[in-house]
């Protein structure tokens, strides 16, 4: 069984006592062998994530520019840098909180290409799209936008925005149609296939609801992701050998 990708989201939730706390406990504990787990940290506590054990690296977005004068920013390069392997775009929090395109998120995903650093693009339709019949399409436009440009296949994050830090998950079954649905979209369009995650208030209770489906290929998890013990549960009980 090919194991699934787990990626912890600490947001801007977490500060360095926090991140303190999580790798005393993380390290102090068993070795997480049923999966592959990545951490997205704040970028500037992503030196202390370092040392985590067994734990890829990932920035949680990334700056369309290469380098220069662009205050606050942080490139891909940088991200490199300090030992990440993944980049998330295209949040929905940053679709939202900072008006981000498709386009601007294939530039960012592209970014991220050239430095070597694999993508999670995430993509996710709001309550009035899912009503209104109108959310398939809508992914399949963010999908095919946000990864035009890019040569090798990248991650697509499905998170539907209702889900997201409320509490309410989507049901497996609507999360399976989805990602199949992307699966279709994205056919051909790269040389290997593109792996599908699902985030929204995944917790260490619901995970395996998700994970028994082999059309889902991980989780992106935030809030569940910043207690070291609770994540280490989702970890261990999503099955699969390395
Ligand atoms: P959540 O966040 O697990 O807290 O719902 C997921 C995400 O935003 O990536």
């Not at 998330?88 to 970014?111: C, D, F």
Request: proline residues 5%; contains cysteine; hydrophobic residues 40%.
């Amino acid at each position: 069984m090919i194991p699934k990708l787990i990626v912890a989201n600490w947001k801007m939730a977490i500060d360095l006592d926090a991140v303190r706390v999580f790798e005393r406990e993380w390290n102090g504990g068993p070795a997480v062998t049923t999966a592959d787990v990545v951490v997205a940290p704040p970028a500037v506590f992503l030196h202390h994530a370092a040392v985590l054990g067994g734990v890829s690296l990932c920035g949680q977005d990334v700056s369309i520019h290469s380098m220069g004068a662009h205050t606050g920013e942080v490139s891909a390069a940088m991200l490199k840098a300090l030992g990440c392997r993944y980049g998330i775009v295209g949040h929905s929090e940053r679709r939202s909180g900072h008006s981000e395109t498709n386009a601007l998120i294939a530039e960012k995903a592209s970014r991220l290409e050239t430095e070597g650093l694999r993508p999670i693009i995430c993509v996710g339709e709001s309550l009035l799209e899912r009503q209104s019949g109108g959310a398939e399409s809508l992914i399949a436009t963010q999908v095919t936008e946000s990864c035009s440009g890019l040569s090798t296949a990248p991650i697509i994050a499905y998170e539907p925005v209702w889900a997201i830090g409320s509490g309410e998950s989507a049901s497996p079954d609507d999360v399976v149609v989805m990602h199949r649905h992307i699966k279709r979209t994205l056919d051909r369009a790269f040389a290997a296939d593109v792996p599908v995650l699902y985030g929204g208030s995944v917790n260490p209770e619901n995970c395996t609801q998700f994970t028994a489906h082999p059309e889902v290929n991980g989780l992106l998890v935030g809030g569940a992701s910043l207690n070291a013990r609770q994540f280490w549960k989702l970890c261990t009980s999503v099955g699969g050998e390395r």
